[in-house]
């Protein structure tokens, strides 16, 4: 299965999670992402647990999770009960904001180029580029506008898509398992990575 390329996990996540949910164009709106994340990762006053719950904030907020969990179920979504939707959202938004923690914490003032913005109705693009050490890494937010205000669904690193890489892996666990599967599943990978923050132990890599 595909893999987000790792490398560019600790520059993605902040600018993917914290879109500002405001009106103005999606272009706009990443970049003050990018402003409003990085100035809390650069608040030197603030420990790691303060700086977390900031960002939590920010995330919790502007992320259209529903829409995310919607798109990786694709065709399980409309099987699932009302019940079992809302608890994948939960979990899955849960599971998503753990497995980046350090990755976003990990951000080092990577310069990033806004190359491009496509709208079509109610679906928009943003084309960037993140240049690293010598390194530039293509990458493509996907958002949508919803009462009038942008979120993102989805980001594309290197031509991966974020929501792909999920569905591949859990349509496979709901069709040997079902939807009690795949909550189990996401419950473990949660269970998982607190006991090895709570052990200083590096997170286990992406799926």
């Not at 987000?4 to 970049?31: D, K």
């Not at 979990?91 to 003032?109: A, H, V, W």
């Not at 669904?153 to 991966?160: A, F, L, T």
């Amino acid at each position: 299965m595909s893999r987000l390329p790792r490398r560019c996990a600790v520059v993605v996540l902040p600018l993917i999670w914290a879109l500002a949910a405001a009106a103005g164009t999606p272009t706009e709106r990443v970049r003050q992402a990018v402003g409003d994340v990085v100035g809390v990762l650069k608040e030197s006053a603030l420990d790691r647990e303060q700086r977390w719950e900031k960002i939590g904030m920010v995330i919790n907020r502007s992320f259209d999770f529903q829409a995310m969990s919607q798109s990786v179920l694709a065709t399980h979504w409309q099987q699932a009960s009302s019940a079992e939707r809302e608890r994948f959202v939960e979990f899955f938004s849960q599971y998503l904001e753990d497995t980046y923690r350090n990755k976003i914490e990990g951000y080092t003032d990577q310069q990033i180029r806004y190359v491009g913005e496509q709208i079509d109705g109610e679906r928009a693009s943003v084309d960037t580029v993140i240049v690293t050490s010598g390194t530039e890494i293509p990458v493509t937010y996907r958002l949508r506008l919803n009462d009038g205000e942008w979120y993102a669904y989805d980001v594309v690193i290197e031509g991966v898509s974020l929501v792909n890489n999920y569905r591949t892996t859990f349509a496979a666990i709901v069709r040997a398992e079902g939807m009690e599967g795949v909550l189990g599943d996401l419950q473990e990978r949660i269970a998982r990575y607190k006991i090895e923050q709570a052990a200083g132990a590096a997170p286990a890599p992406l799926p």
